[in-house]
C-alpha cells in the first residue's frame, strides 16, 4: 500500500484561531455561503469571486482554511502543479489586504478528484442528529484500504468526502518547496499523538493536553 496523507491546512500558534478570526474576512460573506457545493462537484464558471480583506501585516501562509473554503497562493499552486481536472482554482479579490497577504495572490481551491480510499468496514463513524446541523456524518477514524493505489496525486475519498488525501510523493514536493500553512497528517483517527510527513520523514508529536509540550520525534526516517 502506497504512503497516503490527509491533507490538512494548518494554522500554526500565531496567530491562532482566536486572532485569526478578528483579522480575517469575506467582504461577500452571504455570496460566498450560497455559493458552497457539493465536495464532489465541479463549481460552476459563474463561482463567484471571493472579496478577502485580511488585516494581519505579517500574514504569508500558502494555505488556509475560510468558511468552507480552501485558498492557496500562487507559490503552492506552482508547487501542486496539478491538472484542470484535478483541481479547480477560483479568482480572489485581495484588494483590501495588507501588503504581504495581497501579494500571495490567492486563490480558492476545490478538490473535485475521487478515489476509493477509505476501508469502510474498519473506519469508525455514525450517522448523529446534531441540532442546526441535521442528520450529520461524525468520523472518528478513517482506515485506508490495504489495496489502494490511488490514480491521482491529489483526490477525495468517494464516503467521506470532505476529506482531501494525497500521495507520498505530493507531500515531499510540497515541504521541498517551503509551502507553508498546511500540514501531511496520517488518516484520522482515535490517539492522543499526531503523525505527519516532513522532509525528515514520518513524525510524531503528542496531542494531549495534560502532557507537556515537546518537540516531535522522528518514527521513521525517509530519504
Known sequence: MSLIWWYVPWLPNEPGFARWGQHCRFVNH???????????????????????????ENFSLDCFFWQSYILVSQDLRDAMAQEPWEA????????LSAPLPRSKNYMIMRVPTVENVADLDKSDYEYRDIPGFGNSLVVRSIAIRRDFEPEH???????FSNYVFCTDKFAVRILQR????MRFVDAPRKRKTLRFRSLRGIEEESLDPDQPASPPRLVQAIQ
Open 30 to 56: 452571504d455570496e460566498m455561503v450560497g455559493a458552497r457545493s457539493g465536495a464532489q462537484t465541479f463549481s460552476p464558471i459563474d463561482f463567484p469571486t471571493a472579496r478577502l480583506e485580511i488585516t494581519l
Open 88 to 95: 479547480q482554482y477560483f479568482p480572489v479579490d485581495a484588494s
Open 153 to 159: 496525486e491529489m483526490f477525495r475519498d468517494r464516503f
Open 178 to 181: 517551503r509551502c507553508t500553512g
